[in-house]
């Protein structure tokens, strides 16, 4: 018996470590091809459109609902304690370090990593990535640089998008609702928020979005068996974009705030 | 090139996947010119020995020699130029579904920056009419198209770039007999037009009696029989007679899992 769980718990650690392995190379050489011409301008201009317009309405919902809660919520805690002031400066922090970033990254997970993991995935089962090979176009070059460069650069500005939109949410409820003056509350919004408190937002944006694009591209990449290989391929994707967001956010907000 | 040195030369090529020894030992040789039919059941190691000799799987041991330049070792750009010698038509064409025909058809070329995006869309105008579509199909999305339209488009991408050597993979399954006589009749000329050197994998006698001027039978992960394609039906060879025959008894047992 004790053997058996050591053996089980060997296959997983070698499983594991190939895992990671592959992963590595797969980044490592994704990476590589920035600084390798030739560049694929069309494919990059493609991949930020599908991620970063298209994205935008359900990241813009996301954060104009975030931040109406936010609002609320925090104005019934607050209130026990005639705290109701701080709700502006509760709102634009919480939406700028950690919601704006989060949220968008877990909504464009849901939507592009998926949507990466499944057309490269049926790019592999149907030979489509032999094809690119053989009309002398590295694969990697063509599919997966572009995507990486493009979720990693689309991600911030959707985000810097999201905080604004965030903002407004709780301004909105906050004047329209809670009685607050519109002036007072921009005032306390802009009066403690820091440049830090956006600027590491968007960086952990600009990673979240290298993290979903990589996650959809490696597991679609390496996808067999037909349809239900796709499918599970795209799942992987999503998950482990969303396990890694949550992962780096606490990494990154070790980074930028810890004392 | 020399007419000594084939266009294509395998030796003591092998490739297991696990303990599945799919290649065991092939050495081929395929001269210039030639059209060459590899026949062999399903799960023979067919697409694995073309996807070998195309760099896209790498072998466990032996050598590949492409008009005598060893693709062992070659990466990025030497390889790349040896595969800018060859053209592929893949078993269900694997067209880019993202991309209309005539991008589908310029894209190698498009790829090796040899033309504008205006003159690439009239030069895969202009194949696509070797293959017989029209310019109509230009513009359509390979999900648009019929199976044998697709099989069409997908040697007009492999004609494009007027390669030295031409794959087919299975270039006949899923097409009713007429529409597969036509691919067939549409390889036979295009190989005849470019002079090119061309390897078909098939398991359809008919398709493999049309296109091929030789055939090999692979099956245990070795070349079993060569010979002239027309007397594929009459190899003298039982593997052979009975793979062609379709016959049930003969010393190929089907692995049948209950």
Redesign the interface.
């Known amino acids: 018996m004790p053997l058996t769980v050591l053996a089980a718990l060997g296959r997983f650690v070698l499983d594991a470590s190939g895992f990671a392995g592959r992963l590595a190379l797969f980044t490592l050489n994704g990476i590589s091809h920035l600084v390798r011409p030739?560049y694929y301008g069309r494919m990059f201009g493609r991949a930020l459109i599908e991620i970063g317009y298209f994205s935008l309405p359900v990241v813009a919902l996301t954060a104009v609902f975030t931040g109406m809660v936010l609002a609320l919520q925090s104005y019934t805690g607050f209130a026990r304690f005639s705290a109701e002031g701080a709700i502006a400066n509760l709102v634009v922090l919480s939406v700028t370090r950690e919601l704006g970033p989060v949220l968008a990254g877990l909504m464009v997970a849901g939507r592009v990593g998926a949507a990466m993991a499944a057309?490269i995935g049926?790019?592999r089962v149907?030979?489509?990535i032999?094809?690119?090979?053989?009309?002398?176009?590295n694969p990697m070059k063509y599919l997966v640089t572009p995507r990486l460069l493009a979720a990693a650069i689309a991600l911030p500005l959707l985000v810097a998008i999201a905080d604004i939109i965030g903002v407004l949410g709780g301004f909105i409820i906050a004047t329209a609702k809670l009685g607050f003056n519109p002036n007072t509350y921009l005032a306390n919004t802009l009066a403690f928020l820091q440049t830090m408190d956006v600027v590491s937002g968007l960086v952990k944006a600009a990673v979240f979005g290298f993290l979903i694009a990589l996650m959809g591209c490696f597991f679609g990449y390496n996808s067999r068996g037909g349809a239900e290989g796709v499918g599970t391929a795209t799942t992987a994707a999503v998950v482990s974009a969303s396990v890694l967001i949550l992962a780096f956010d606490y990494v990154l907000t070790e980074m930028f705030f810890a004392r | 090139m020399s007419a000594a040195v084939p266009m294509i030369r395998l030796r003591g090529l092998t490739k297991a996947f696990g303990d599945k020894q799919v290649l065991a030992g092939i050495d081929l040789d395929i001269a210039a010119g030639t059209s060459l039919v590899v026949i062999g059941g399903s799960g023979s190691g067919k697409s694995v020995l073309i996807k070998c000799i195309l760099g896209l799987i790498t072998p466990d041991a032996g050598t590949i020699e492409i008009g005598g330049v060893a693709l062992g070792g070659l990466s990025g750009k030497a390889l790349a130029a040896v595969r800018a010698r060859v053209g592929m038509l893949f078993q269900n064409a694997a067209l880019f579904d993202s991309l209309p025909v005539w991008e589908n058809v310029a894209f190698g070329l498009l790829a090796r920056h040899q033309i504008t995006r205006r003159a690439a869309r009239e030069t895969a105008i202009e194949i696509l009419a070797q293959v017989g579509l029209g310019a109509d199909v230009a513009p359509l999305f390979p999900a648009e198209l019929s199976g044998g339209m697709q099989k069409r488009v997908g040697l007009a991408r492999a004609i494009a770039a007027r390669p030295e050597i031409l794959f087919f993979d299975e270039p006949t399954t899923g097409l009713d007999p007429i529409m597969g006589a036509v691919i067939d009749g549409l390889i036979v000329d295009c190989v005849k037009r470019l002079g090119s050197t061309a390897i078909a994998i098939t398991h359809d006698m008919a398709s493999a009696r049309r296109i091929g001027d030789r055939a090999a039978m692979l099956h245990g992960g070795r070349i079993v029989w060569q010979g002239r394609a027309a007397d594929l039906m009459a190899s003298g060879n039982p593997l052979v007679d009975q793979f062609t025959h379709g016959r049930r008894e003969g010393p190929i047992q089907m692995e049948v899992r209950r």
């Open positions: 030739p057309e049926t790019m149907t030979d489509q032999d094809a690119l090979a053989t009309l002398s176009t």
